[in-house]
């Protein structure tokens, strides 16, 4: 029992800062968990782990917001498309190839923090909303199932749909709720996770829930862009580390 407790004060640290990037940004748990928990424990565990802390803050911003039937409507082909590529790439998760999934978390990061700070924002049509839509779901299910990493495409993407700021946040709450629910569905069809891994998801949600209240009490007090910034340094740090890995 002992010789777990690092370990286990690490995972409870790794959620209350997850919870505490979300409630400064937003957003940001499932990348921050996957990310430290990818250089503790196997992908495949770090997945599991984050579920139910995920689930539970990603719904919270879903009801929260004013307009969830409209949203629904509007994106409802993406979020299949989430489903279907989530369970598929879930396999790659399940595995069992170690070196595979870690130096695949890490590109996602690695291509995630780099877009957010580089990319020019994107503007998608209205008339090709519906098209893109697909692929950008049936790519992002495929991140998520294979990496844990929910916000490629699908944060840019629905960045680029002239939503005004609630809607934004209220569907990107959408979105990771979506996918936290479809990776659960992933893991579970592949063995994945077992009941010892659900119940430590459930208690790992106290601490996230404390570091999104800390997070939220601390947003008025930095700046939100210095804040952003020095958190996508963070990820793309990490995700070199974890790219590169199994080359050394």
């Known amino acids: 029992m002992g010789q777990n407790l690092p370990l ?19 957003m940001g748990l499932p990348t921050v968990a996957m990310g430290i928990l990818g250089a ?17 803050t990603n719904v919270w911003q879903l009801v929260a917001g004013p307009r969830l039937g409209l949203l629904v409507v509007r994106l409802w082909p993406m979020m299949v498309t989430i489903v279907v590529g989530t369970v598929a790439g879930s396999e790659l998760l399940t595995g069992g190839n170690t070196e595979t999934t870690t130096t ?4 996602a990061l690695v291509v995630y923090a780099a877009y957010t700070m580089l990319a020019r924002p994107l503007s998608v049509p209205g008339r090709l909303e519906r098209v893109v839509s ?17 916000v490629i495409p699908a944060v840019p993407y629905l960045q680029s749909l002239g939503l005004d700021r609630d809607d934004l946040v209220q ?8 996918s936290t629910v479809a990776l659960a569905i992933g893991l579970a069809l592949n063995g994945g996770i077992h009941s010892s891994g659900w119940l430590a998801s459930i208690l790992l949600v106290v601490p996230a829930l ?10 008025t007090r930095i700046s939100p862009l210095v804040f952003r910034r020095l958190f996508l340094l963070f990820l793309l740090v990490l995700g070199l580390e974890l790219a590169l890995r199994p080359l050394f």
């Open 8 to 26: 286990l004060a690490a995972v409870t640290a790794t959620f209350f800062l997850a919870g505490l990037v979300k409630g400064v940004t937003g």
């Open 104 to 107: 695949a978390l890490g590109i």
């Open 134 to 150: 697909l692929p950008v779901g049936l790519i992002t299910g495929l991140v998520t199932g294979g990496t844990g990493i929910f």
């Open 210 to 219: 404390a570091g999104m209240a800390v997070g939220k009490m601390i947003r």
């Open 171 to 178: 569907a990107l709450g959408l979105s990771f709720t979506i």
């Open 40 to 56: 503790l424990v196997l992908p495949v565990t770090a997945a599991g782990l984050l579920l139910m802390p995920s689930f539970v």
